[in-house]
C-alpha cells in the first residue's frame, strides 16, 4: 500500500465518521461535507434524494428525539484512482418521549458508498444505507451528563474545530 493509498483510505474514513458527528450534533454544515453537491442518498423507505438533502431532512428529524448516538464499524475501503467503494457497518440508538414512556429504536445497518475525489477532496457520489434489522423498545432511561449537547455548544467542539 503505497503512502497516497493510506492518505486517501484515512481521508475516507474520517468522512465517514465525520457523518455520525454531524447527526448526533445535528451539525448540517459537517454533514454536507461527506457529501458531493450532486450526490445521492437512498434511505428507503423513508428517504431517497440527493445527500445533501438527506442532511437537512435527518437533522431537523432527529430534533424529535431525546438522544441519538451513531457508531460506525468494520470500515472497508477499495480504491480505484480518485474513485472508489466502501462499505461500514452502523450502529445507531436514538430515544424518543411517547406519553410516560421513552421508546428506544436501535438499528443495525451498513452504508454502502460510493466515493470520489474532486479537487483533491473525497465525498460521497452516492450513499445505500441497508438497514438489517432493528428493535424498538420501551427503556428506563439513565440520567446524561448535562453537558452533553447536540449543538456547537458541546465540549467537544473545543477540540474539535471541523
Known amino acids: 500500500m503505497t503512502p497516497e493509498d493510506l492518505a486517501d483510505r484515512l481521508a475516507i474514513t ?14 448540517v454544515p459537517v454533514g454536507h461535507s461527506v457529501f458531493h ?7 428507503s423507505p423513508g428517504y431517497v ?14 430534533r424529535e428525539f431525546l438522544h441519538h448516538s451513531h457508531q460506525v464499524t468494520n470500515v472497508i475501503v477499495e480504491l480505484d484512482g480518485d474513485k472508489a467503494g466502501s462499505e ?13 414512556r421513552v ?3 436501535a438499528f443495525w445497518a451498513r452504508y454502502v458508498d460510493s466515493w470520489s475525489k474532486r479537487d ?7 450513499r445505500d444505507c441497508l438497514v438489517d434489522y432493528g428493535t424498538m423498545t420501551e427503556v428506563t432511561p439513565l440520567p446524561g451528563n ?4 447536540r449543538d456547537r455548544e458541546d465540549p467537544s467542539y473545543s477540540v474539535l474545530k471541523g
Do not use: N
Not at 474520517?14 to 451539525?27: E, T
Not at 434524494?49 to 432527529?62: F, N, P, Q, T, V
Not at 448535562?146 to 449537547?149: L, V
Open 103 to 105: 421508546i428506544e429504536h
Open 49 to 62: 434524494g440527493s445527500g445533501r438533502g438527506w442532511i437537512d431532512y435527518i437533522c431537523e428529524k432527529h
Open 14 to 27: 474520517d468522512k465517514i465518521y465525520r457523518y455520525c458527528r454531524s447527526v448526533d450534533r445535528l451539525d
Open 88 to 100: 461500514s457497518y452502523v450502529y445507531a440508538t436514538l430515544q424518543r418521549q411517547d406519553g410516560a
Open 120 to 126: 483533491g477532496d473525497w465525498a460521497i457520489d452516492r
Open 37 to 43: 453537491e450532486d450526490s445521492h442518498a437512498d434511505f
Open 146 to 149: 448535562p453537558r452533553s449537547r
